[in-house]
Nanobody, 124 residues
Framework: QVQLVESGGGLVQAGGSLRLSCAVSERTFSSYAVGWFRQAPGKEREFVAAITRSGGDTYYADSVKGRFTISRDNAKNTVYLQMNSLKPEDTAVYYC?????????????????WGQGTQVTVSS
């Protein structure tokens, strides 16, 4: 069973930065693509960013492009989401998810394993 644990959430003022981490307990971590999703109260879970197994390709939602950066360290079994220039509308619970191999990385149903989420709150 693959387990994912997010950390790094918190309260930050608009314009500030946070870095989320997603630690994955899996020997073959490099076989998994990883995505970040977020869910605000009363809204559906939405795609934020994704990274392929090798880290060679990354994908972003239009709403975060240019502000967020996803990266991974396969030696540490960890994926990061660097979030800069945060806005109040970025407030949500952020989840990381893993999918064996690659394929469609944009839909939450494409992922096999999920973390418990970490709260990000951006004040205006």
């Amino acid at each position: 069973q693959v387990q994912l644990v997010e950390s790094g959430g918190g309260l930050v003022q608009a314009g500030g930065s946070l870095r989320l981490s997603c630690a994955v307990s899996e020997r073959t971590f490099s076989s998994y693509a990883v995505g970040w999703f977020r869910q605000a109260p009363g809204k559906e879970r939405e795609f934020v960013a994704a990274i392929t197994r090798s880290g060679g390709d990354t994908y972003y939602a239009d709403s975060v492009k240019g502000r967020f950066t996803i990266s991974r360290d396969n030696a540490k079994n960890t994926v990061y989401l660097q979030m800069n220039s945060l806005k109040p509308e970025d407030t949500a619970v952020y989840y990381c998810a893993a999918r064996y191999y690659s394929g469609n990385l944009f839909g939450p149903r494409q992922y096999d394993y999920w973390g418990q989420g970490t709260q990000v709150t951006v004040s205006s």
